[in-house]
């Protein structure tokens, strides 16, 4: 092809080929690499190896909720990260976080809310 001679027209024309072909080959391999890593994975032991296996930490799995927000009761709270912006607001008005504990869960076993470290030398 003798693209420098070539017309603006065709040569756009020619582009959106070439990128539809390049589109559709990138599918198609995408699929079939996907179709391998799915084979592999059941070989392998299956779907129980996903990213929390592979490194410290990760997802822990739910935890029953110990904090109910009374004014809205599908607001609430494992106990876990940060503190609720329903809950942070009540306590800044004066009440305990015990007070809106759910019947039946204990409060955090932290005393002052920090977590144990090591002691200061």
Known sequence: MALKTMSIDKLMK?????EAALSSK?????RALESELSKLGRFQGG????KSALGRGGARGAVAPKYRNPENPTETWAGRGLKPRW???A????????????????????????????KAK
């Not at 020619?14 to 070439?18: E, G, I």
């Not at 990138?26 to 995408?30: K, L, M, S």
């Open 91 to 118: 306590i800044k008005a004066g009440k305990e976080p015990d007070d809106f504990l759910i019947a039946g869960s204990r409060p955090s076993p932290k005393a002052n809310g920090r977590k144990k470290g090591r």
């Open 26 to 30: 990138v599918t198609e391999q995408r």
């Open 14 to 18: 020619l582009k959106d080929q070439v």
């Open 47 to 50: 779907a129980g190896r996903g």
């Open 87 to 89: 809950l942070t607001a």
